[in-house]
C-alpha cells in the first residue's frame, strides 16, 4: 500500500475544502437554523411529540443525514470529476497508484468533511434543542459508515458524470427526494399502513431508522437491517469501483 500517495491525494482535497473553509461552515449551519425555524417552530407548535420526543429533537437525526448524504456525494463527485475536467487524471492514472489508494484518498477526504459538517449541525442544534445522546458510539458509527458510503457513491457519479449538471442530477432528482421521503422529519409509524409498506422499499428509512435509534432509543425498522442495508450498499459500490477501474469505462474511454 503506498501511503504517501493516499496522503497526497486527501491532502489535496483537504486543502481545496480549507481554501473555502468560511463557506463551508457558514451554509450548514445557516441551512440548520432555517430548518429548525420553518419545521422546530413551525410544525413543532402543531406536534408536541413524536414517540415521546419533542418535534424538534426528532428532526437532528434527519437534519444530519440529509447534509452529510448530499454533501458525502458532493465532494466527492466533484473531487474525481475535475481531474478528468481538465485532464489530470491521466497523470494520476499512469503513476505507480493502484485503484484502492485512489479511491482511498478522494473517499476519505470527501467523507472527512462530510462528517465534520454533520458533528457543526449536530452542535448547532444544540442551540435550538436539548439533545440526549442514548448510544454515542453507536451515533459516530453510522454517521462514519454514511460518509463513507455515500462518498462511494459520489465518487461513481464523478466518474459517470459528462458535465458538471450531471454531478448535480442525482442529489437532487434522486437523493434528496429519498431522504425527505424516508423518514427524515416524521416517523413512518405515522403514515397510512398502505403506505409505511412502500416507505419500506426506501433504501434510506433503514439509514435514518438506524442513526435515530443511537440518539432516542427509537427505530422505525430493526436495527440489524439498519447495519445490513448499509453494510450491502458499501459493498455494492465498492464492488461497482472495481468495475469502473478493471475495465477503464469513463476513465480510458
Not at 493516499?6 to 489535496?12: A, L, Q
Not at 489508494?101 to 444544540?126: C, D, H, N, P, R
Not at 442525482?170 to 423518514?183: E, K, R
Not at 443511537?214 to 469501483?241: E, H, N, R, W
Request: aromatic share 18%; proline share 4%; charged share 10%.
Amino acid at each position: 500500500m503506498n501511503w504517501s500517495a493516499v496522503w497526497s491525494i486527501y491532502r489535496f482535497e483537504m486543502d481545496r475544502f480549507f481554501r473555502t473553509f468560511a463557506q463551508s461552515f457558514i451554509s450548514p449551519v445557516i441551512s440548520t437554523s432555517l430548518y429548525f425555524v420553518v419545521f422546530g417552530a413551525a410544525i413543532g407548535s402543531r406536534i408536541d411529540q413524536v414517540d415521546g420526543v419533542s418535534y424538534g429533537a426528532f428532526i437532528v437525526p434527519g437534519l444530519i443525514m440529509l447534509t452529510v448524504m448530499t454533501q458525502s456525494i458532493s465532494n466527492a463527485s466533484f473531487g474525481i470529476y475535475f481531474p478528468k475536467f481538465i485532464g489530470t487524471i491521466y497523470e494520476l492514472l499512469s503513476a505507480p497508484v493502484n485503484f484502492l489508494e485512489i479511491v482511498m484518498g478522494y473517499v476519505g477526504a470527501a467523507a472527512t468533511k462530510s462528517l465534520f459538517i454533520g458533528l457543526v449541525i449536530l452542535a448547532t442544534s444544540t442551540f435550538f434543542v436539548d439533545i440526549t445522546i442514548q448510544h454515542p458510539l453507536a451515533m459516530i458509527a453510522f454517521m462514519v459508515l454514511t460518509c463513507l458510503s455515500f462518498a462511494l457513491m459520489g465518487f461513481i457519479i464523478g466518474i459517470w458524470a459528462g458535465n458538471f449538471e450531471q454531478l448535480q442530477l442525482v442529489p437532487l432528482l434522486v437523493v434528496t427526494p429519498l431522504v425527505f421521503l424516508g423518514g427524515s422529519f416524521y416517523s413512518i409509524s405515522m403514515l397510512p399502513p398502505f403506505w409505511q409498506t412502500v416507505t419500506l422499499f426506501n433504501p434510506v428509512v433503514y439509514l435514518i431508522s438506524g442513526f435515530r435509534w443511537s440518539f432516542f432509543g427509537l427505530a422505525d425498522v430493526p436495527i440489524a437491517l439498519s447495519l445490513a442495508a448499509i453494510a450491502g450498499f458499501t459493498l455494492l459500490c465498492l464492488g461497482i469501483i472495481w468495475w469502473i477501474f478493471r475495465t477503464g469505462w469513463r476513465i480510458r474511454q
